[in-house]
């Protein structure tokens, strides 16, 4: 038998998919997005970027920006009753309205 691997990226076929209208790169637009201290973002991972990209674990959650580091942005994100803090780059951040 063969070991099954468990890199970073398995169990997520259907999670890092694009739809077939917006495959290839995302628009560079995208890595120039900036963020303020303070500001909510949400955490959807660009499958065609590999760089600065979360733990797929952290898809679709919500996090507020603290800090940044380099090109990235250091996020707090609420996950159950404990408090991750993830360094995750603009490609895959999408801000939101929060009133």
């Known amino acids: 038998m063969v070991k099954r691997s468990k890199g970073f990226r398995s169990k997520t076929r259907h999670k890092l998919r694009k739809h077939p209208r917006e495959r290839g790169l995302s628009p560079i637009t995208r890595a120039f997005q900036s963020f303020e201290?303070?500001?909510?973002?949400?955490?959807v991972i660009d499958p065609s970027i590999h760089k600065g990209q979360p733990h797929p674990r952290?898809?679709?959650?919500?996090?507020?920006?603290?800090?940044?580091?380099g090109d990235a942005y250091l996020l707090n994100v609420n996950v159950g009753n404990s408090e991750k803090k993830l360094i995750i780059k603009p490609e895959h951040l999408r801000k939101i309205k929060v009133p």
């Open 58 to 69: 952290f898809h679709g959650l919500t996090g507020i920006i603290i800090g940044i580091q």
């Open 37 to 43: 201290e303070g500001e909510h973002v949400n955490i």
